[in-house]
């Protein structure tokens, strides 16, 4: 799938390979820098702290503070794991390792694991279309992507990443916490940790 200029242009201000990710010690050498530059004394991992954010010995002593909205959907919305493009292949990872400039890849069901914005439809993005493999009618088209950011940005209705006329993709910003509804997709990772929305 072509990638427009704008996306072009970000991949090389996040030092991102789109058709071969990171490898493992670019990803670990970023890491180590983020640890540095965490000022909360973080290890520079993808993590965002709790919106009550007390010692272990109040929540032992207060239960109760688990089952506060806010701190439910913060369980909601934290995500596992996520699928990496690391050295050219597609790895499962612990969404708590990405770093920024990884492509990942979304599908329906996912928590977003950063602050990303959508390279590509679909589940290969060097895939391209060429006239002949063009899709015949509308069911053979690609599915368009729609991510659910209302719980982070408070947005009423989810965001929605489809084909351009050109055969690139309508980039949207997905950001950690996000819940892919419907579609797959590549990303970049722009923003963790700390950083993320």
């Not at 009550?52 to 701190?71: E, T, Y």
């Not at 351009?164 to 996000?178: E, H, K, L, S």
Request: aromatic share 4%; glycine share 8%; proline share 6%.
């Amino acid at each position: 799938m072509p990638l427009s200029k704008a996306q072009i242009d970000l991949l090389k201000r996040v030092e991102a390979n789109y058709s071969k990710g990171l490898t493992s010690s670019i990803a670990s050498t970023r890491r180590a820098e983020a640890a540095t530059k965490d000022s909360n004394g973080g290890e520079g991992l993808n993590t965002v702290s709790p919106p009550l954010n007390c010692p272990s010995w109040v929540c032992c002593l207060l239960p109760c503070i688990k089952h506060i909205p806010s701190m439910k959907l913060f369980r909601q919305i934290n995500p596992e794991d996520a699928e990496v493009l690391r050295e050219g292949r597609w790895i499962r990872y612990d969404a708590a390792s990405l770093v920024k400039g990884d492509i990942i890849r979304l599908t329906e069901g996912d928590v977003v694991p950063a602050d990303c914005t959508l390279l590509a439809l679909g589940m290969d993005p060097d895939r391209t279309i060429s006239e002949e493999d063009a899709p015949k009618n509308e069911e053979e088209e690609e599915e368009d992507m729609i991510v659910d950011v209302s719980n982070i940005t408070g947005e009423k209705k989810p965001r929605t990443a489809s084909l351009r006329q050109d055969g690139t993709v309508n980039p949207i910003q997905m950001f950690y916490g996000g819940q892919v509804l419907q579609g797959s997709g590549v990303a970049v990772v722009t923003a963790t940790g700390s950083n993320t929305l």
